[in-house]
């Protein structure tokens, strides 16, 4: 049974910075990549960062300068920090974990930026 848990969402203010995280748990040997993907109220839910288990990471373009993915795979996590953010950021958060071409979902964790 594999767990996908995220952590740090919260209220933040246009311009501030929130980072989360995310805990991958269960009986894995390896995580092929773990990405973090936000859905806003009407919207379909999109990439964000994605960080593969050599380091390599991809970016959506909205977001490219502004948040950071880094992930330690021994540990089983990966965080995003979010800087300068922008009330368009306002979304559920997401954590997946790709391991053997299987897919594991976190619940999520909500993210609102205020103007």
């Known amino acids: 049974q594999v767990q996908v848990v995220e952590s740090g969402g919260g209220l933040v203010q246009d311009g501030g910075s929130l980072r989360l995280s995310c805990v991958v748990s269960?009986?894995?040997?390896?995580?092929?990549?773990i990405g973090w993907y936000r859905q806003a109220p009407g919207k379909e839910r999109e990439l964000v960062a994605v960080?593969?288990?050599?380091?390599?990471?991809n970016y959506a373009a909205s977001v490219k300068g502004r948040f950071t993915i880094s992930g330690d795979n021994t540990k089983r996590t990966a965080d995003l920090q979010m800087n300068s953010l922008k009330p368009e950021d306002t979304a559920v958060y997401y954590c997946?974990?790709?391991?053997?071409?299987?897919?594991?979902w976190g619940v999520g964790t909500l993210v609102t930026v205020s103007s």
């Open positions: 997946k974990a790709r391991i053997y071409g299987m897919e594991y």
């Open positions: 960080i593969g288990s050599s380091g390599s990471t």
């Open positions: 269960g009986n894995i040997f390896n995580i092929n990549t």
